[in-house]
């Protein structure tokens, strides 16, 4: 289970959702089942990511990136711009994460196995994989009722160093993607908010949301996450996981 920064975390139930059921859920633990059986339908998954920060109302900074992702455990990331990062990469398999540093033609190496939930790097894309832990599971959720055409779900936390000291979650009835998410800290003041829209289905009883707009605490924007190009379940060769073997090898990090 892992702990995130609050943006990072907010992402992590954002991106996909499984076909409604045929009568409305009436228990949290039904609607995070449904978020979650998802998954299992994803073998493969490579998209071309857009990701702009904003500062007072105006893009700051423009990345743009290729994401990959192969069952069970293997996520690749690569920078494509702006020039400055064009060609980093970072490439998880299992417990194991490598950065590429372009400009050094070098590789750093570090061990995830000891971290907790909340220090796992990019947990946002790589709970989609299914040997990657979710870490909901630090907290206990109810259903407190439908709102807006959506399930509000409440998540109070299990362990006393859990991140947050309340998730609140708007979870669509159709595609059972998250369509709003709230972070609290241990004394209930607002942390982050993340709005998600463009919900298409990618593949059979699959949904995914396109657009991820976080915001602060002020409910001023901070992030546009948006999927520009994006194809699943189309046999991603596995040897695009594998690292060049005449790259140098850096300390480990």
Known sequence: M????????????ALVGMAAAAQPLDTADAVLERMDENTNGLEDLDAFLTIETYEDGTVKLTQRLRLSLLQP???LQEYLAPDYLAGNLTLTVGDDMWIYIAAADTWYEKDLSDLSSAEQPWLAFRRFLRDVDDELGDYAFDLVGIEESAYHLVGVP??????????????DPDSFVPVR?????VDGNLLVELRISDIEQVAESTYLARTMETYDEAG??????HYDELIVNDGLDPALFERDPQAREGEDV
């Open 2 to 13: 892992t702990r995130h920064t609050p943006i990072a975390l907010a992402l992590l139930v």
């Open 73 to 75: 455990d293997r996520m």
């Open 181 to 185: 998410r709230l972070l609290y800290d």
């Open 220 to 225: 001023v924007l901070q992030s546009v996450i």
């Open 158 to 171: 299990t362990i006393d160093d859990a991140t947050y000291g309340r998730i609140e979650l708007w979870v």
